[in-house]
């Protein structure tokens, strides 16, 4: 059984902002990237939003979190 995954219109750009302002990338985030280019069905913005989020982590100016979320509650 084959589960379809629909993201939500503006994901990658919330995400993309919400990780270049708190500088962290969360394990969420990073599924919710998985999740997103396995859909196949990204648009050429959100590949490059993509591709410039990979960069910033191997530049060091963005770093991955083990959290689960960088909400506060």
């Known amino acids: 059984m084959q589960v379809k995954l629909c993201l ?7 995400l993309f902002v919400q990780a270049t302002y708190s ?20 648009t050429d913005d959100e590949r490059f939003s993509i591709d410039r989020l990979i960069r910033a982590i ?8 083990n959290e689960i979320s960088t909400v506060q509650g």
């Open 8 to 14: 939500l219109p503006s994901a990658i750009a919330e």
């Open 23 to 42: 500088g962290h990338l969360t394990l969420a985030d990073r599924y919710g990237l998985l999740a997103a280019l396995l859909e196949e069905s990204l």
């Open 58 to 65: 191997c530049r060091g100016t963005l770093t991955i979190s």
